[in-house]
């Protein structure tokens, strides 16, 4: 059974630093893409990050280039998401998710975790 | 970057309607594709990839169709379970964007 859990949520001022992880089982982590995606409260899903499963490759959207670094430790199964420079406005649920391909190359995120919420505020 | 456009932006049916969701992409996406429901408090869950592949273990009244800009989520016959938000979201490029959902309420 797939499952991943993420931690390292929590209240931090603005300007600050937090390090999200995601501990990944029930799949080959190294052979599959991961992401991040968050949601703000009563708000929709946005994309945030995703890494191939190498590590050698990885995307950010625009809203968190520059500020947040997608990682992964394929030998503990583990994703992360160092969260620098935070703002108000990256409060949100944030879910790692699984990257599935189609047989016709179709990606889409086919595992989720449970989410864990960062809050930046003073 | 490629801006996903979903409508109605909220929906009221009732238990055995058949209901349809319209998401737009701003540039031709191909099949790249994805619809996903979520449920308040959970995380979302996928239901179609691929624009119209079934994923395993959804019930066969959801139905995904389209390709190119112009793509419909189907749910032939609603039941209680299925109120809730729908989100589309593009694989095309990198950004994965989402719509910004569709919530189906009971009427």
């Known amino acids: 059974e797939v499952q991943l859990l993420e931690s390292g949520g929590g209240l931090v001022q603005p300007g600050g630093s937090l390090r999200l992880s995601c501990a990944a089982s029930g799949f080959t982590f190294s052979s599959y893409a991961m992401s991040w995606v968050r949601q703000a409260p009563g708000k929709g899903l946005e994309w945030v990050s995703a890494i191939s499963g190498s590590g050698g490759s990885t995307y950010y959207a625009d809203s968190v280039k520059g500020r947040f670094t997608i990682s992964r430790d394929n030998s503990k199964n583990t994703l992360y998401l160092q969260m620098n420079s935070l703002r108000a406005e990256d409060t949100a649920v944030y879910y790692c998710a699984k990257v599935g391909i189609a047989v016709t190359y179709e990606a889409f995120f086919d595992y989720w975790g449970q989410g864990t919420l960062v809050t930046v505020s003073s | 970057d490629i801006q996903m456009t979903q409508s109605p932006s909220s929906l009221s049916a009732s238990v055995g309607d058949r209901v349809t969701i319209t998401c737009r992409a701003s540039?031709?996406?191909?099949?790249?594709l994805n619809w996903y429901q979520q449920k308040p408090g959970k995380a979302p869950k996928l239901l179609i990839y691929?624009?119209?592949s079934l994923q395993s273990g959804v019930p066969s009244r959801f139905s995904g169709s389209g390709s190119g800009t112009d793509f419909t989520l189907t749910i032939s016959s609603l039941q209680p379970e299925d109120f809730a938000t729908y989100y589309c979201?593009?694989?095309?490029?990198?950004?994965?964007?989402f719509g910004q959902g569709t919530k189906l309420d009971i009427k």
């Open positions: 979201q593009q694989s095309y490029s990198n950004g994965y964007t």
């Open positions: 540039q031709s996406i191909s099949s790249y």
């Open positions: 691929a624009a119209s």
